[in-house]
């Protein structure tokens, strides 16, 4: 069963700092990976989406990598701000079950 | 093109009552998809719709639960007898085809006092 964990749990950073917030995933079976950002009592938006064939995404401020064979994601941001502040999920396409499974996602706070 | 638009957008309910939420998919998206969030938990896949077809419900509690998504409308996430234990945030999302990006709403938050 694919289970996704994202480490940590709650990011709090001064901003202008680099950050990178981790994805894991149990089973390398998957045809995209996903992130999110989720602002408070909102809904999602897709950042970025890197196909099973790719190794990275980037836009803007954010790169995302993916590392298949080992079962992680790593999303990079650049020179943080205070409008970054959110939670980012982190959602894998899983193959076995044609579903997309999501992390619990990590509480990103950037203060000025 | 407008994104995916659900309503309504927060909903209260007391126990025993049905619960209807709607879904409208994005322009030419025939694949809708409904997850639930439960407070301080990643959301969770509970069903996967094409139009008139129920293509996977394994995530959906047995009873007093359905969805539907009608050859003309909204699709449609039915909840009967609510229970307090329902209260979470309901997203639906759209896509073209089943392994393409997934566009979500906005969710629509219930309340069950």
């Known amino acids: 069963k694919q289970e996704v964990t994202q480490i940590p749990a709650a990011l709090s950073v001064p901003e202008g700092e680099n950050l990178v917030l981790n994805c894991s995933f149990t089973d390398s079976a998957i045809y995209n990976l996903q992130w999110f950002r989720q602002d408070p009592g909102k809904g999602l938006t897709s950042l970025l989406l890197?196909?099973?064939?790719?190794r990275e995404q980037t836009s803007g401020r954010l790169n995302a990598s993916l590392d298949k064979s080992s079962g992680r994601s790593t999303l990079y941001i650049a020179a943080s701000q205070p409008g970054d502040s959110a939670t980012y999920l982190c959602?894998?396409?899983?193959?076995?079950?044609?579903?997309?499974?999501f992390g619990t996602g990590t509480r990103l706070q950037v203060f000025p | 093109n407008a994104g995916v638009m659900q309503n309504p957008r927060h909903l209260v309910r007391r126990r025993g009552q049905e619960a209807r939420l709607r879904c409208s998919p994005m322009?030419?998206?025939?694949?809708v998809y409904w997850y639930r969030q439960l407070p301080e938990e990643g959301l969770k896949f509970m069903v996967y719709l094409q139009k008139e077809n129920i293509i996977d419900e394994s995530g959906m509690p047995k009873e007093r639960f359905s969805a539907e998504f009608p050859k003309e409308g909204p699709s449609i996430l039915r909840i009967q007898q609510v229970v307090r234990g329902d209260s979470a945030a309901y997203f639906c999302a759209s896509s073209p085809q089943n392994t393409d990006t997934q566009y979500f709403g906005p969710g629509t938050r219930l309340t069950v006092l």
């Open positions: 890197i196909q099973s064939s790719q």
């Open positions: 959602a894998v396409g899983d193959l076995r079950t044609d579903k997309l499974i």
């Open positions: 322009k030419g998206h025939s694949h």
